[in-house]
C-alpha cells in the first residue's frame, strides 16, 4: 500500500495489528461489542465520516493532496488516527468548558494500530470536530468575569480547539477544522449509545428533563486526530521484527508454494524496515542538516 498510494491509514478497534492484540479500543459513551463487525465498522464509519468532513465539503472544501503533503513528509506513507465516538459535551454548555473537563488528558481513543506515545512528539496532525448544532464553540463571558481558563479568553472554535490541542503538541505544525452539522445516524445505525445521550448526541445538564429509552440517537458530535508521529515507526518496526521472526516453512508451508516467492517476501521486509526508518527523529535532524549544507 505504501508503494500505490499516497498515504494510508488501517482503521481497527481491536488496538494493534499483532497476534496478541491489546484489548479492543473502548468509549465512555458507546455500548457496543467489538466482536460484532457490525458495532465496530460503524464505530469506524463515523471517525471517517468526522475525519474526512474537510476535502468533502461541497464549498470551501480542502483538497486532499494538500491533506496528503501535511502528513507524509520524508516518506511517512503511514499515519494513524484517534477519535472521540461521541465527543463528550454537555447540552447548553460551550466547547472551552468541555475541553477543560479533560484536564491533562486528550479526549481521544486510538481507532488506528497506534497508541499515543504521549510525550508531545508529532510531525504533522489533523483535528477535526463536527456535530456543534445549537452549541456555543466560545465561552459567554461577561465583561469583567475572571475566566476560567485560557480556553475562554480564545475568539473562535478553531481557536479554542488549536490552543487545547498545543497544549499537548506544542511544536506540531496543525491544521483545524470545525462543522456544526452532526454526523446523522439513520437505520440501519445500531443503538450502541449510553442510556444518558440525549436525541442529539449531548449529555444532560441538571436542568434537562430525562431521556427515555424510546428515543434515538439520531446525531452525535464527533472528535478526531490523523496524526504522523514517532508512534507509528514504533509500530512498523515492531510488526517488521514480528514479521521477520515467523518462519512461514513451519507455519504456512502453502503459502510459499502458492504465494509470493522468498525473495519477494525478503524485499517487502527491507521496505517494511525503510518505512519504519522514515519515522525516527534522528533521520528528520540529519536530512534537515543535509538541506542547510545544500543552502
Not at 492484540?21 to 455500548?31: A, D, I, M
Not at 448544532?133 to 478553531?158: A, K, N, Y
Request: aromatic share 8%; with cysteine; hydrophobic share 35%.
Amino acid at each position: 500500500m505504501a508503494n500505490n498510494s499516497s498515504f494510508f491509514c488501517p482503521l481497527t478497534l481491536r488496538g494493534g495489528l499483532m497476534r496478541r492484540p491489546p484489548p479492543p479500543t473502548t468509549f465512555p459513551l458507546l455500548n457496543y461489542d467489538p466482536v460484532l463487525w457490525y458495532h465496530s465498522s460503524s464505530v469506524l464509519a463515523l471517525a471517517l465520516d468526522c475525519m474526512t468532513a474537510s476535502y468533502r465539503l461541497r464549498q470551501n472544501s480542502v483538497p486532499m493532496w494538500q491533506l496528503s503533503d501535511a502528513l507524509t513528509a520524508s516518506g511517512r506513507k503511514v499515519v494513524s488516527a484517534y477519535g472521540s465516538v461521541p465527543f463528550p459535551m454537555m447540552h447548553g454548555s460551550c466547547l472551552p468548558d468541555a475541553l477543560d473537563a479533560f484536564a491533562d488528558v486528550l479526549p481521544w481513543r486510538p481507532i488506528s494500530v497506534c497508541p499515543e506515545i504521549g510525550d508531545g512528539r508529532c510531525f504533522g496532525q489533523s483535528v477535526t470536530l463536527r456535530g456543534l448544532d445549537g452549541q456555543s464553540s466560545v465561552s459567554p463571558l461577561l465583561p469583567g468575569t475572571e475566566p476560567p481558563s485560557s480556553l475562554h479568553l480564545e475568539r473562535s472554535g478553531e481557536d479554542v480547539l488549536a490552543s487545547y490541542v498545543r497544549l499537548h503538541y506544542p511544536s506540531t505544525p496543525l491544521a483545524v477544522q470545525l462543522f456544526s452539522g452532526a454526523s446523522k445516524l439513520t437505520p440501519p445505525f445500531p443503538q450502541i449509545f449510553s442510556p444518558a445521550l440525549s436525541p442529539q448526541g449531548f449529555l444532560p445538564n441538571q436542568s434537562d428533563a430525562p431521556y427515555t429509552s424510546s428515543q434515538p440517537v439520531v446525531g452525535l458530535p464527533v472528535l478526531t486526530s490523523l496524526q504522523s508521529s514517532p508512534a507509528v515507526g514504533l509500530q512498523l518496526s515492531e510488526l517488521q521484527k514480528a514479521c521477520a521472526a515467523l518462519d512461514l516453512r513451519r507455519v504456512a508451508p502453502s503459502f510459499l508454494s502458492h504465494g509470493p516467492e522468498h525473495g519477494e517476501i525478503t524485499e517487502s521486509m527491507e521496505q517494511l524496515r525503510d518505512l519504519a526508518h522514515c519515522y525516527r527523529q534522528d533521520r528528520c535532524r540529519s536530512s534537515s542538516e543535509e538541506d542547510d549544507d545544500d543552502d
